[in-house]
T-cell receptor, first 114, second 115 residues
């Protein structure tokens, strides 16, 4: 298995632009997590899906952030409009039955908003 | 105060040294304790996890949990240059993804093992 696949690996965009991050979980995994990592705040959970349904989105910072999981093999995290403080590395992770002790992380998308 | 506190280091040791990494936490409901290793520009990968208190050993790695002190440790014996990475602790109330299963991460400790 190729593991969790995220795209793009790097994204540089101007403030105010829409940004879409993509994730393909490991085949057969039914739980998906989006995290954000910054030097100041470390790794923080943004949203958790189980069987394509958002279960916990309390970590989404504000309405500018939205996430979807239209099917079991694809998820997106969208920021509109983007701001410089959104600059971070965004990780997607997946697991079976939501077991956080067995979550596999993707390689992340490094987002820079200028 | 953050739920989980971890000294970011950096920590630099010679090859063969014993490394001790630590985290403290404030939520007494935490039951699952994890250690992740993150190489530069990569995603975190799970090293070990323990449930409740006690020790767990896996090769050169030993994880310890002291719930009475709200303190967890990861020991690396005979450290190698390939162990150079950032080590993050994480913990949760439940091992199932849900509000209770939310993972709370430390900020990570950057470790360098020099030959």
């Amino acid at each position: 298995d190729a593991g969790v696949i995220q795209s793009p690996r790097h994204e540089v965009t101007e403030m105010g632009q829409e940004v879409t991050l993509r994730c393909k979980p490991i085949s057969g995994h039914n739980s998906l997590f989006w995290y954000r990592q910054t030097m100041m705040r470390g790794l923080e959970l943004l949203i958790y899906f189980n069987n394509n349904v958002p279960i916990d989105d309390s970590g989404m910072p504000e309405d500018r952030f939205s996430a979807k999981m239209p099917n079991a093999s694809f998820s997106t995290l969208k920021i509109q409009p983007s701001e410089p403080r959104d600059s971070a590395v965004y990780f997607c992770a997946s697991s079976l039955q939501g077991r956080n002790t067995e979550a596999f992380f993707g390689q992340g998308t490094r987002l820079t908003v200028v | 105060q953050k739920e989980v506190e971890q000294d970011p280091g950096p920590l630099s040791v010679p090859e063969g040294a014993i490394v001790s990494l630590n985290c403290t936490y404030s939520n007494s409901a935490f039951q699952y304790f994890m250690w992740y290793r993150q190489y530069s520009r990569k995603g975190p990968e799970l090293l070990m996890y323990t449930y409740s208190s006690g020790n767990k050993e896996d090769g050169r790695f030993t994880a310890q949990v002291d719930k009475s002190s709200k303190y967890i440790s990861l020991f690396i014996r005979d450290s190698q240059p390939s162990d150079s990475a950032t080590y993050l602790c994480a913990m949760s109330v439940s091992d199932r993804g849900s509000t209770l299963g939310r993972l709370y991460f430390g900020r990570g400790t950057q470790l360098t093992v020099w030959p």
